[in-house]
């Protein structure tokens, strides 16, 4: 294609983004996205951290420690997908040791959770016919089910919970008295870890200016999830004034009863889970809204910081058909709305209203795109009401970049 010379003058930033490439099929898209629909208007302003695996091997991993305290220093990041190492990765890539997942490093630094948002169209309609609007997912990601400790039970006897206090108190209570054999589990949750989660809902909530639903099991369980209830409840206060303001809710009750209320919802809000029921959760939801390629997720950390990125990983077969020289039609969709997140919360952090507005118009560029029938392979097959046209990831991108100019005034 010619490379047109756009009239207008690049949108300012003022301060950088932090930026985390990654790997494979997913960093050639990085490349394409910021080539088509980013350098041609944004004077683009960013710190760069390349977290594709060869560097993270050379760094010794500390490229990825790098990048998250450079989000905590200036609070909006966007990241590439990358490969989390296993065993075959390790000959792959000749790797010095078998890394931990960038994800989880970042996540643990930043003390953050994790929001998990569709990209909705009117031609892909959701499982549930009720779901107008998105539905985001957050999940507290400590603790719980994933941190238990669990006996297998082969004779009768006594099972006791024993907590052994620093001080010298000693608490007891008996779990069951079993006759015969059976199964035991022992959890445990924190109240700073559940704290920093109630505190990255609000933030978020704030943030989209959208209603929050938070639901335990509260009823049953008078402790442990009443812990939760509470401490939500208590954080709360901090943000209820806020929330007045930006004329939105925080909604608690018991989780059948939200997942009731869920299915025949309009959407359009946020559902705080706890560790195993937004692990279930959000795969239900996700699925029931078409497509992994359509999944958007922030990690925002209890003192609202926030790294943009797509759900999926690094699409590895696409990858691998690409090495081999053929085009592939890899859908980008996901990593351009993580660049329109971070640059919108950019844009708002500085105040820089042109920075929001092109956030906006290159949604607004993707959606004319799709809803002209211009699509990726993987919807072809979702789409109904319309005769879609698939196109390669190049192809695609220059579609929107084509809308994107027309809506600047490029
Ligand atoms: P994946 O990269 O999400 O891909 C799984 C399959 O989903 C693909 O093979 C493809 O199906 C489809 N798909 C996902 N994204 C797509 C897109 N943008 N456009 C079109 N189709 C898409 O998951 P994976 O294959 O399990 O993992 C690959 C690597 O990614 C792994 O090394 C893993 O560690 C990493 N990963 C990273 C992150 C992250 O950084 N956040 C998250 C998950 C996984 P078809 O092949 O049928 O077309
Ligand atoms: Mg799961």
Redesign the pocket.
């Known amino acids: 294609m010619n490379k047109k010379n756009y009239t207008m003058e690049k949108i300012k930033m003022t301060t950088p983004l932090v930026e985390m490439d990654?790997?494979?099929?997913?960093r050639i898209?990085w490349k394409m996205i910021k080539d088509e629909l980013i350098l041609p208007f944004v004077d683009l302003k960013t710190e760069y951290y390349d977290l594709g695996l060869p560097y993270r091997d050379k760094t010794a991993d500390q490229v990825t420690v790098d990048s998250a305290n450079a989000t905590k220093k200036y609070g909006v990041a966007v990241?590439?997908?990358?490969?989390?190492?296993?065993v075959q990765?390790m000959s792959e890539y000749n790797l010095h040791e078998m890394w931990k997942?960038?994800?989880g490093t970042i996540r643990a630094m930043l003390d953050g959770t994790v929001f998990r948002t569709p990209i909705t169209i009117p031609s892909i309609h959701p499982a549930v016919k009720f779901w107008k609007k998105p539905i985001t997912i957050a999940r507290h990601a400590y603790g719980d089910v994933y941190r238990d400790v669990e006996l297998q039970v082969n004779e009768p006897g006594v099972a006791k919970l024993v907590f052994e206090g620093e001080s010298g108190k000693k608490e007891e209570v008996v779990v069951h008295e079993f006759k015969g054999p059976g199964v035991l589990m022992g959890q445990h949750n924190l109240d700073k870890s559940i704290r920093s989660f109630a505190h990255s809902c609000f933030q978020y909530a704030l943030s989209v200016k959208q209603t929050i639903w938070f639901a335990t099991k509260d009823t049953i369980s008078k402790k442990y999830d009443g812990r939760f209830k509470a401490i939500f409840e208590e954080v709360f206060q901090e943000y209820k004034e806020r929330f007045d303001a930006a004329g939105i809710e925080y909604f608690y009750t018991l989780i059948d009863d939200a997942v009731a209320r869920v299915m025949r919802s309009e959407g359009g809000f946020i559902w705080a889970c706890k560790n195993y029921d937004g692990d279930v959760m959000s795969d239900m939801v996700s699925t029931a809204f078409g497509?992994?390629?359509m999944m958007t997720?922030v990690l925002v950390s209890p003192d609202g910081k926030y790294e943009y990125?797509?759900?999926?990983?690094?699409?590895?077969?696409?990858y691998y058909k690409y090495l081999k020289g053929e085009e592939t039609?890899?859908?980008?969709?996901?990593?351009i709305f993580a660049w329109s997140g971070a640059f919108r919360k950019r844009g708002e952090l500085d105040n820089l209203p042109e920075l929001v507005n092109y956030a906006d118009q290159l949604e607004a560029a993707c959606f004319d795109t799709l809803n002209a029938g211009l699509v990726?392979?993987?919807l072809v097959n979702l789409m109904e009401g319309i005769t879609p046209k698939a196109l390669t990831s190049l192809e695609f991108l220059r579609a929107i970049r084509e809308r994107l100019a027309a809506r600047l005034g490029a």
């Open positions: 990654g790997d494979e099929m997913t898209l990241k590439c997908a990358t490969i989390t190492p296993n990765r997942s960038p994800n497509s992994l390629a997720s990125e797509a759900a999926h990983g690094t699409v590895t077969r696409h039609s890899t859908n980008p969709m996901a990593t990726t392979k993987d």
